[in-house]
């Protein structure tokens, strides 16, 4: 409160597997709130600076003062349950936010999520399996002019999973989405 600080809240991995950090992932929002799943081994770093100076600007000062609050939650809770041969419907609370569609699945299993933004989002989509504690499919753009993911793989891990549905624009409003999820 108070703050002159317009926050630029960046996370991303530590290093997984020998990879340097922010190999597997990052996540941006210019915001107060980024909400993400932490998947796998390796941890994350946080890191806050002022949007003004992400294209070299040079504003701060004791007037730029912070507080970072990381809090966790029960995914499971938050999830919503994932039929398959449906059309999920949702939309994320901010730029930042996260969606959760809770499912189960035996490996070997082909499952088909095709992604279309009815608001200004630029999705992203991880299949998170339990039994592995880390993703296990995901998919950015669908190609270079398309921005909506299209997940279609075959699951190799049994057991409770998480479609896990976010947004890598920094900003946007309208942040409404569908998926046809189907086991093609």
Request: proline share 4%.
């Amino acid at each position: 409160a108070g703050s002159q600080l317009q926050p630029h809240v960046t996370v991303l991995d530590a290093g997984r597997g020998g990879d340097p950090a922010a190999d597997d992932y990052v996540k941006i929002v210019r915001g107060r709130q980024l909400d993400f799943l932490g998947m796998g081994t390796g941890g994350y770093f946080v890191a806050v600076r002022d949007v003004r100076n992400v294209d070299g600007g040079q504003v701060g000062g004791q007037d730029f003062g912070y507080t970072l609050a990381i809090t966790g939650s029960d995914a499971a809770a938050a999830a919503k349950p994932l039929n398959f041969g449906t059309t999920l419907a949702g939309a994320l609370d901010g730029p930042g936010g996260v969606d959760l569609w809770a499912f189960d699945a035996t490996e070997g299993t082909d499952v088909r999520f095709d992604f279309a933004t009815t608001g200004e989002l630029d999705g992203r989509l991880f299949v998170y399996a339990a039994a592995e504690g880390s993703w296990i499919a995901r998919q950015d753009d669908r190609s270079f002019g398309d921005p909506n993911p299209l997940l279609d793989a075959p699951l190799f891990a049994s057991g409770a999973m998480f479609l896990v549905v976010e947004s890598i624009a920094e900003e946007a409003m309208s942040l409404g989405y569908t998926i046809d999820a189907s086991l093609p």
